[in-house]
């Protein structure tokens, strides 16, 4: 979830040093209690500047190479916890008829301007219904660890899984454990003329929760700057435990990809991650899952 700090951290010109000049009294925003979406839709302005279009430019080639031949001619695609938009956007502009869902009001505004042909609705992952109907359905940028109870991760699979035609597949990514534990660290910090923010990264391993504090700040038209915290929190799956959701939702033949575990063609993949493909077996005709035997390096044990 991490942008690439080199290409984030700008100086604004001709702006003071510190805080100085800065008028903060006052303005320091709180949240609703009890909106699980609240932290998200304040979120989204920053997440579509920064995070967004550094994500995108990073897994495209990924979802050229992995996703795109899978899929039929005006491939009908779910994209789930869709955010602001860029992958709805990337897949209607290769022809694909998309429905995007998420459940920020926020991040889908920004969504609707920028993939005006996609569809989307206000819907959480862990509950949504859909008729079968999508012929794939994917998830990146590390959307499903927020979902931070394994069972609704179930929940939410058994959703995209009933979302899906016969013979459809769902793509999706995750950072797993053992990213968590070697390189969720490092504090950092975005400054440009008119917006700064500060992230302080944390992680528990007992918990298997890895924290994000962020303090972002906005100028205002009066030349104030408005506060706003936010606590961001995912989840450390184990590779196992994804499979194994997978599996109890119905997919079968699940390949499991990272940067040691490349099929041919797939262009090199970031470290810390893995990348899941499942399919829902054609009507009529189970899938068998591979012997131990026969199955290749990348299938979900």
Known sequence: MKPNARSIRHSPPAAPAGTA???????????????????????AWLYDRHWGPHSLRKFAPILETALLPRLPAQAQVLDVCCGTGQIARWLTDRGCRVLGLDHSRAMLRHARQRAPTATFMLADVRTFSLPPRQDAAVSMFDSLNHVLDPAE?????????AALVPGGVFFCD??????FQDGWRGDFAILESDHACIVRTGYEDASRRASWEI??????RNGAWTRTDLHLVQRAYEEDEVCQALASAGFTGVEVWDHLRTPAGIPPLPPGKCYFLARKAPAG???ARPSKRNRHPGACP
């Not at 995750?174 to 990213?179: A, S």
């Not at 303090?215 to 205002?220: E, I, T």
Request: proline share 6%; no cysteine.
């Open 285 to 287: 005709v189970p899938e």
């Open 215 to 220: 303090a972002m700040f906005r100028a205002g």
């Open 21 to 43: 000049g800065i008028r903060l009294a006052g303005r320091k925003r709180a949240l609703r209690a009890d909106s699980p979406s609240a932290p998200y839709d304040e979120f």
């Open 153 to 161: 991760l179930a929940a939410a699979f058994q959703g995209v899984f």
């Open 174 to 179: 995750f950072n797993v454990r053992r990213k």
